[in-house]
């Protein structure tokens, strides 16, 4: 059974950078997008960006500036860096899966990881 | 960006009572496909989101009958026929039929 698992620093102060790895664990690398998401405590959905196993990337204009997002396909892995943070950047930072049948969607979620962003 | 947004926010039903969500989108899901890219997701409590619906209104494998949705190009609706104690939750819907993706702000389901 395919699993991620992630992990990353969960308390940053403002201005630094913000690190997250998530492993493909039992499952295929290639043939899928592996997305970041993040959930602000208490609020809804922001899709971050995606890479595939090619290392072709898509990013969300609202935080292209101050992302990047790696792959590293001998280990199955895929990375999430967001510079600058600052307390708007406080959240729960979900990698995703994107791909599936009967129709591409977010099918396999890692369990988040709190990010809090304080000085 | 597309804005997807979901009335009402909040929703309290009593259990065996039907429930439903709205969806609207500032442009048309409708892909050069012929097909239209609306999802819908539960988060439970605690828990990442699941996925319910695919394509305005196909049902992903497990999902009780009683999830419906409905709707085409900026309008869609997510019924629960018979809301039951684990329906509990926030639903979101999606889109993909452009980026970025963009999600709806949630509809948080309660039980009366």
């Known amino acids: 059974q395919v699993q991620l698992q992630q992990w990353g620093a969960g308390l940053l102060k403002p201005s630094e950078t913000l690190s997250l790895t998530c492993a493909v664990y039992?499952?295929?690398?290639?043939?899928?997008?592996w997305s970041w998401i993040r959930q602000p405590p208490g609020k809804g959905l922001e899709w971050i960006g995606e890479?595939?196993?090619?290392?072709?990337?898509n990013y969300n204009p609202s935080l292209k500036s101050r992302v990047t997002i790696s792959i590293d396909t001998s280990k199955n892995q895929f990375s999430l860096k967001l510079s600058s943070v600052s307390a708007a950047d406080t959240a729960v930072y979900y990698c995703?899966?994107?791909?599936?049948?009967?129709?591409?969607?977010?099918?396999?979620w890692g369990r988040g990881t709190l990010v809090t962003v304080s000085s | 960006d597309i804005v997807m947004t979901q009335t009402p926010l909040s929703l309290s039903v009593t259990p065996g009572q039907p429930a439903s969500i709205s969806c609207k989108s500032s442009?048309?899901?409708?892909?050069?496909?012929?097909?239209?890219?609306l999802f819908w997701y539960l988060q439970k409590p605690g828990q990442p989101p699941q996925p319910l619906i695919y394509?305005?209104?196909k049902q992903f494998s497990g999902v009780p009958d009683r999830f419906s949705g409905s709707g085409s190009g900026t309008d869609f609706t997510l019924k629960i026929s018979r809301v039951e104690a684990e329906d509990v939750g926030v639903y979101y819907c999606?889109?993909?039929?452009?980026?970025?993706?963009?999600f709806g702000q949630g509809t948080k389901l309660e039980i009366k």
């Open positions: 995703v899966r994107y791909g599936g049948l009967p129709v591409w969607y977010f099918d396999l």
């Open positions: 039992s499952g295929s690398f290639s043939g899928y997008y």
């Open positions: 890479i595939n196993h090619s290392g072709s990337t």
């Open positions: 442009q048309s899901l409708l892909q050069s496909d012929g097909e239209t890219y």
């Open positions: 394509k305005v209104s």
């Open positions: 999606m889109q993909s039929v452009q980026l970025p993706y963009t």
